[in-house]
Nanobody, 122 residues
Framework: QVQLVESGGGLVQAGGSLRLSCAAS????????MTWFRQAPGKEREFVAT???????TYADSMKGRFTISRDNAKNTVYLQINSLKPEDTAIYYC????????????????WGQGTQVTVSS
C-alpha cells in the first residue's frame, strides 16, 4: 500500500511560482515512477510530468519550460516546481505512483494522493 500526500498549493498571482510536494509512505519509494496530473474545473484530468526511478523527466508538451519535476528518494518525496504561473494553471494537482514504470495515462496508476489546489489570479 502506498499513501501519497500532496502539499504546497495555494493562491498565487499570475507570474508567481509554487513548489508542490508529494510525500509517499512506502519503503520502496525508489522503485516507483512518480507522476503529476492536474484537473481544472470542468475539464478532464491531464498529464503534467513524470519522473523515472533514475530521475529522468518527461513532460506534457504544453508543460515544457515552466514545470520541473524532481524527486528525493531519501525523503520519499517528489516535487513539481511551477514558474511563471498563469490563470489557466488553476487546477487540483495530483501525484500518482506506479511500480517501476511511469506512463502518461491516469488509468495506469493505482496510487493517488488527495490533491492540492492551485489557484492563480490574474
Amino acid at each position: 500500500q502506498v499513501q501519497l500526500v500532496e502539499s504546497g498549493g495555494g493562491l498565487v498571482q499570475a507570474g508567481g511560482s509554487l513548489r508542490l510536494s508529494c510525500a509517499a509512505s512506502v519503503l520502496t519509494f525508489s522503485k516507483y515512477a512518480m507522476t503529476w496530473f492536474r484537473q481544472a474545473p470542468g475539464k478532464e484530468r491531464e498529464f503534467v510530468a513524470t519522473i523515472s526511478l533514475g530521475g529522468s523527466a518527461t513532460y506534457a508538451d504544453s508543460m515544457k519550460g515552466r514545470f520541473t519535476i524532481s524527486r528525493d528518494n531519501a525523503k520519499n518525496t517528489v516535487y513539481l516546481q511551477i514558474n511563471s504561473l498563469k490563470p489557466e494553471d488553476t487546477a487540483i494537482y495530483y501525484c500518482a505512483a506506479n511500480w517501476l514504470i511511469g506512463t502518461v495515462t491516469g488509468k495506469d496508476y493505482r496510487y493517488w494522493g488527495q490533491g492540492t489546489q492551485v489557484t492563480v489570479s490574474s
